[in-house]
């Protein structure tokens, strides 16, 4: 059965730093791994999708990397801003069937400081 | 503009008052699924569809019912609402099951009295 954790629960960092964000999963038949964005009393943003093939994904100011064999992907953010904060999920494919399930993390919260 | 959107966005309720959550996609997805949201228990699948009168269920279906009479539409029903129901909904969709990005509502937050 698919697990993803994620630590720190939480992280606060002065604006301009680099930094990085971790996630693990227990099963590596994993198909993909989603990043999100959730803004507090809000819906979720999807930052960037892993497909299994694939070792990383950037987008803009974040890269998102996946290595299926240590069960572990990372989201890289560079140059951090204040708009960056925000609470951070990942989310795995359940890889013991095709039902499209995500097995979400707890998440990171980010608080990015002026 | 590409979204999945939900109603109501806030609803308070009374135990066993039957009530109905919309979802709606405007992206042509055949999948479509539902998420609650708890502290301390993250987010957790209730049923999911993978394309028109086609629905199973997730993880935590009890006191749920779907439908997926249309492809864009997933409504989400509460026959009996209870407490243990007072949760955060996300209503999900994507073009298939593995290889896609899944999109989600803005949430539905739902309090049982």
Known sequence: KQEVTQIPAALSVPEGENLV???????????????FRQDPGK???????????????????????????????????????PGDSATYLCAGSDGSSNTGKLIFGQGTTLQVKP | EAQV???????ITVTGKKLTVTCSQNMNHEYMSWYR?????????IYYSMNVEVTDKGDV????KVSRKEKRNFPLILESPSPNQTSLYFCASSAGTLLYTQYFGPGTRLTVL
């Open chain 1, 21 to 35: 964000l971790n996630c693990s999963f227990t099963d590596s038949a994993i198909y993909n791994l989603q990043w």
């Open chain 1, 43 to 81: 819906g979720l943003t999807s930052l960037l999708l892993i497909q299994s093939s694939q070792r990383e994904q950037t987008s803009g100011r974040l890269n998102a990397s996946l290595d299926k064999s240590s069960g572990r992907s990372t989201l890289y953010i560079a140059a951090s801003q």
């Open chain 2, 5 to 11: 959107t939900q109603n109501p966005r806030y609803l």
């Open chain 2, 37 to 45: 949201q708890d502290p301390g228990l993250g987010l957790r699948q």
């Open chain 2, 61 to 64: 279906p009890e006191g749920y």
